[in-house]
């Protein structure tokens, strides 16, 4: 699922916002391909973690579900059955869009004939963009946990100073 946003994100989208991007940090360097290209990159890869954390958030969700609708007998069957479904979730999530631009993205193109910039058509292979998109994902989920691990409980601690002193 997230390697098809991302898939129409890039078609759609990418190219007009990193040259916007491009243009309002290098006005003077405008036709730069190589460099629009990267941030177009680096905007899709963030796009497709944030994705990925929105999923694994309705997988889990979705997986709870399904296993409790199962009624298992036990307490163990129970927790074996949700972890298989919460590995396979998170698996799909995590690793399509890798398995896409590592071995399906170099095999997509547009129409023959047509004189337009081939987005998905990685001329030289796609390890550069299979790197950033790793790169952004591996570090982007270490900061967000790191956050939430940092945040969270200084949020709830705030939160509960409100409410006691605001509200009651």
Request: charged content about 20%; some cysteine; glycine content about 4%.
């Amino acid at each position: 699922m997230s390697s098809m946003t991302v898939k129409v994100y890039k078609h759609f989208v990418k190219i007009d916002w990193a040259e916007y991007i491009y243009i309002k940090i290098f006005p003077q360097d405008y036709h730069n391909i190589w460099m629009i290209s990267l941030i177009g990159d680096l905007l899709s890869s963030i796009l497709s973690l944030v994705i990925i954390f929105l999923l694994n958030a309705v997988g889990a969700k979705g997986a709870r579900v399904l296993t409790k609708m199962e009624h298992h007998r036990t307490q163990e069957e129970f927790d074996k059955s949700y972890s298989l479904k919460i590995f396979c979730v998170y698996f799909f999530n995590h690793y399509t869009i890798l398995f896409y631009i590592a071995f399906f993205q170099q095999l997509v193109h547009d129409h023959p004939g047509e004189n337009i910039y081939h987005l998905d058509s990685c001329r030289g292979g796609c390890n550069y963009q299979l790197s950033i998109q790793l790169s952004v994902i591996m570090v982007g989920k270490q900061i967000i946990k790191k956050l939430k691990q940092a945040l969270l409980p200084k949020l709830i601690k705030w939160f509960k100073w409100w409410f006691k002193v605001w509200v009651i």
